[in-house]
């Protein structure tokens, strides 16, 4: 299938780097257009029913929304499954997909905390997500030696877990081998390396002194 593909983006979104890393893994044709979420172009609410992004157009007519469905249509569509066989596996893996999205939230919370008791909450509710995963993850990646949809809907957590550790650690690595091991192995892939901005370890931090007047003081100096 000859496919034309726009993805609508905007630099800072975790979910629409999940689209990023599947497109660029499998090697797949694409443009981004990338928009200021904040203030979005006119033409955005008709593309968007819920006003969020990524927002895939499929030869200029079709949109598809919600990242984990972008994914697996680039995955359907195209040579190479990266999805298990097993339906059962394919569940699990899309269930802890689901709890990725969860993780985000929790980062969301601890990189816009204003005080210290909001960001300790936020903290430990994400330190028990790790908890899970490290219980779960089979490792190197989460179903074994080779990666999956559900590693890369995960990969930009752990890209900002690390840049949040270089300045205050959110948790410590030799407390969590198998996902401080998965995340390496992620991290060393070129297409996560490669879907995000030159930009994007300024660009974040910059985002959390922008919205966390706690959380600056711990990232941001």
């Not at 689209?19 to 609410?45: G, M, Q």
């Amino acid at each position: 299938m000859e496919l034309d593909l726009e993805l609508i983006s905007f630099k800072l979104c975790p979910f629409v780097q999940r689209s990023v890393i599947t497109l660029l893994h499998k090697d797949v044709p694409h443009r981004i257009t990338y928009i200021d979420i904040a203030n979005p172009p006119e033409w955005f609410a008709d593309v968007s029913p819920f006003g969020k992004v990524p927002v895939m157009k499929v030869n200029g007519e079709t949109v598809l929304f919600e990242s984990a469905v972008i994914a697996e249509f680039i995955d359907e569509a195209t040579p190479g499954s990266m999805q298990p066989k097993d339906p059962l596996v394919r569940a699990k893996n899309r269930a802890w997909t689901e709890f990725g999205s969860a993780a985000f939230m929790d980062m969301f919370e601890l990189t816009g905390a204003k005080d210290e008791k909001a960001y300790k909450k936020a903290r430990q509710s994400l330190i028990e997500k790790l908890d899970w995963f490290e219980e779960i993850v089979e490792g190197p990646f989460f179903n074994g030696a080779e990666p999956a949809l559900v590693d890369f809907a995960v990969a930009p957590l752990f890209m900002r877990l690390e840049l949040l550790n270089e300045k205050c650690r959110v948790y410590e690595r030799d407390e969590y081998p198998k996902v401080s091991a998965w995340s390496d192995h992620l991290m060393a892939m070129p297409s996560v390396r490669n879907s995000v901005v030159e930009e994007f370890p300024q660009m974040y931090r910059g985002s959390v002194k922008m919205r966390g007047e706690y959380a600056a003081t711990l990232f941001c100096d």
